[in-house]
């Protein structure tokens, strides 16, 4: 799997692969406001844990947030992690 920044709408794509390389699913994660994936990493049941930073839920400017994705791209839980300022999540 990988995850990144559509910066046009300020999205989280998440993508996940064959072994061949072709994309199997594309999918967008959309918020309120600015959601960006600094680094995603794959789960032993097929899913992914995804981390970056929002300003679409949370406390802050930026919250440092974490996700859970199912192997159907389906977002399982989120949380956010923040102060009034701003915090971001890379790995």
């Given at each position: 799997?990988?995850?990144?920044?559509?910066?046009?709408?300020?999205?989280?794509?998440?993508?996940?692969?064959?072994?061949?390389g072709?994309?199997?699913?594309?999918?967008?994660?959309?918020?309120?406001g600015?959601?960006q994936?600094?680094?995603?990493?794959?789960t032993?049941?097929?899913?992914?844990v995804?981390?970056?930073?929002?300003?679409?839920?949370?406390?802050?400017?930026?919250?440092?947030?974490i996700?859970?994705?199912s192997?159907?791209?389906?977002?399982?839980?989120?949380?956010?992690?923040?102060?009034?300022?701003?915090?971001?999540?890379?790995?």
């Amino acid at each position: 799997m990988a995850a990144g920044v559509d910066f046009a709408g300020d999205d989280i794509l998440v993508f996940k692969f064959s072994e061949s390389g072709s994309i199997q699913r594309a999918q967008r994660i959309t918020g309120s406001g600015s959601d960006q994936a600094q680094a995603i990493v794959g789960t032993s049941d097929g899913g992914a844990v995804v981390v970056g930073n929002t300003n679409s839920f949370g406390v802050g400017l930026l919250d440092g947030f974490i996700m859970k994705v199912s192997s159907l791209g389906n977002v399982l839980w989120k949380r956010t992690f923040g102060t009034s300022g701003n915090e971001h999540f890379v790995r």
